[in-house]
């Protein structure tokens, strides 16, 4: 869609931008813009990171009920073959 916005496009936006809402206003929408993203980001890096972190205590807790579960390896076959 911005592949379709050439030069003219965004100066007109930037024109109708500082007309609607003036020159003050426009930096701290900037501002207000920046740090909802950054904090969306942080949201989404905390998220992803107790998943990771849950995950891992769910493999910790199956490992040993794994171990308890499966048979005992039986012992390599020494005899050599006939």
Do not use: C, W, Y
């Amino acid at each position: 869609m911005l592949g379709q916005i050439g030069p003219t496009g965004f100066i007109l936006l930037a024109v109708i931008a500082l007309l609607l809402f003036g020159p003050n206003k426009l930096p701290e929408l900037g501002r207000a813009v920046g740090r909802t993203f950054r904090e969306f980001k942080e949201g989404t890096r905390d998220i992803m990171s107790d998943d990771d972190s849950s995950n891992r205590k769910e493999q910790e807790k199956a490992k040993p009920l794994a171990a308890e579960s499966t048979p005992a390896e039986k012992p390599a076959d020494k005899r050599l073959p006939e």
